[in-house]
């Protein structure tokens, strides 16, 4: 997820996330709703009931799997799907509440593992219990990681497309109205 920085009124930074929806397993799951991020998740989050697995040439289902009851029976936790913007919120306001100071505009440029620290670009240092580094693709925590041998991701051949398209627009479209039946994973 890519979050801009951009100025208030008042001049002080805050996020304003950006990105399509994310899928949340059960395993992340189970953690999110132990630290207490389910009251942020209502009405923003879907549980769906199953992934169908689709040939792109015709839309025929070619795999399925149930997730409604059983990942929570097997898992302990649901399979969700939420928007980004969404998740990036309820995290935010978990964070708010457990009381987590969220620093902007900060590029982290090196990572003290033994510490654990960090050094920003600006000259500041953080230490705390735990530095969780998502970094992203051009990763500067990868090669700490890794042990000294940074290691960059490659490429597959494969592609992924994302899109959040109004339901509206879905339900009036007699091709794509039959998504909207229940909630569930489509992968084509």
């Not at 951009?6 to 799951?29: C, D, F, M, R, Y």
């Not at 290691?151 to 998504?179: H, I, N, S």
């Amino acid at each position: 997820m890519r979050n801009e920085n951009t100025s208030t009124p008042n001049g002080k930074l805050h996020l304003e996330p950006v990105g399509a929806g994310i899928q949340i397993p059960p395993n992340s799951a189970r953690l999110l709703l132990s630290w207490g991020i389910g009251p942020y998740f209502e009405g923003h989050i879907v549980e769906p009931e199953s992934i169908s697995f689709r040939r792109w040439e015709n839309g025929a289902t070619i795999g399925f799997t149930k997730l409604r009851p059983n990942f929570n029976e097997t898992y302990g936790a649901p399979y969700y799907v939420i928007h980004r913007a969404d998740f990036h919120s309820a995290l935010c306001k978990l964070a708010a509440q457990l009381g987590v100071t969220i620093i902007t505009d900060s590029n982290v440029i090196s990572y003290d593992e033994a510490a654990p620290s960090v050094k920003t670009s600006g000259g500041r240092e953080y230490s705390a219990d735990l530095v969780v580094a998502a970094d992203g693709v051009r990763s500067t925590a990868r090669s700490v990681v890794l042990g000294g041998e940074d290691k960059p991701a490659q490429r597959t051949g494969f592609a992924a497309y994302r899109a959040v398209v109004k339901t509206e627009l879905m339900r009036d479209d007699p091709d794509t109205a039959w998504l909207l039946e229940q909630p569930a994973l489509n992968v084509w």
